[in-house]
Every structure is written in C-alpha cells, then in structure tokens.
C-alpha cells in the first residue's frame, strides 16, 4: 500500500462526525491547498465565487494579513457570545469558531513561510499571532468569547510544528540573549510538556552564540 493511500469510505465518516469548527478549519486548508483552477468544480455550486476585485489580484503579503487579522481580533470583531446553559457550555459561538479557523490559516503560513527568506517579517507575524494567544490568556473576552474554560489552549495549535519554525525565524538575525530568551518564553508560555524537545529544536537552528545562550538558563533569570 502506498505510504499517501488514504481509506476515503473512513474519512468520509470521520467528517461527518466532525464539529462546525473543526470542518471550518479543513475548509481553510482546503482553500490553501487547492489549485484555484479546482475551487469552483470544489464548490462553486455551492457559494458563488466572484473574480478579485480590481488592484486585489495579488494575494496580500503574509505580515500584511496577519496585522489585518490581530487589529480585527483586538477590535473585537470576533467576539460572538450567547446564553450559556448546562447543555451548550462546551459550544463555541460562530465568531470564536471564525477566529480559530484564521489563526490556524495564518500560523500555517507562517510555518510554510519560514522556511524560505527574508525571515524577519514572518518572525513578525508569528509574534504578532502570538501576542494574540497571550492576549486570551490573559483576557479572553477581550478577543473572543469562551463559554468553558477560556485560554490559548483552545485554538488547538501543533506547537512541535509552529514553535520550530519560530525558532528557524528568530535565530535569522536576534542576538544570542534575546533568541535564548525569547525561545524560552515562548516554550514556557505555550509548551513547557515539550520543553526538551522544543529546545533540541532550537539549538538545532541556532548559531554558536545562540546554542551557548540557550545553555544558561540561570543567568537569564537573574536578569528578569
């Protein structure tokens, strides 16, 4: 059997089963993957598919969609709540369920992105994402709305995927004190279940400098 087979009769189960949300989520992959040539025999039966607008026919820069999209959440334009009971508390609204599919669209980018250079605005648009979930956890409902126990851990992110790709974008030019730093805040913010491997990650990417930082966690802390 091919190592890309794939049984559709249990994938075609498995989405059926699969929450609004979650189906949100493959859509906005699907659109990334597919060939636009393919979109409309995908589903233009079911959504109309205009042509890009005029002077809107060059996809936006990646650090240009990310600050659109982390000026919209901090706007509040994602926030959607509704009356929360015994039987739906473990529901997400439309507008946290939108919020969640985007970010996991741009974070996408950003990881496919990383590998190629100029690294520095991709660095920027992970932070900026980052800022983002450092922001729900600190106050939810100031981005969007949870009705069970709200934080970053929602959006659902693979952190062995993103925080890597980070890492190869940081090590691209931040001094060695600022890299080990920053590599540890992010591990300790989202990751620290997978801090020894998160960290061999970043020592992978890093330079000499960058390795020897990583090295001194003490004196990083002195310094905080």
Known sequence: MS???????????????????????????????????????????????????????????????????????????????????SQNFREKSEGTEAFIAEFDRLVGKCVRAATKAPRAPVREAFELLFALLRRLDEDPDSVVFFADEAGSWQVGVDWRAVLPAYFRCLADGAPAEEYASEVDRAIKDFANYERPKLLAAARQVGNAEQKAALRRPAARERRR
Do not use: C, Q, T, W
């Open 3 to 85: 190592g890309h087979s794939v049984d559709l009769d249990k994938l075609r189960v498995a989405l059926r089963r699969m929450s609004r949300g979650d189906l949100l989520v493959v859509a906005e992959r699907a659109i990334e993957v597919v060939p636009r040539a393919k979109l409309r025999a995908l589903i233009g039966d079911r959504i109309r598919l205009d042509p890009p607008a005029e002077g809107m026919r060059r996809a936006a820069p990646l650090l240009d969609d990310v600050r659109k999209f982390h000026a919209a959440s901090l706007r509040g334009e994602y926030y959607e709540g509704f009356n929360v009971n």
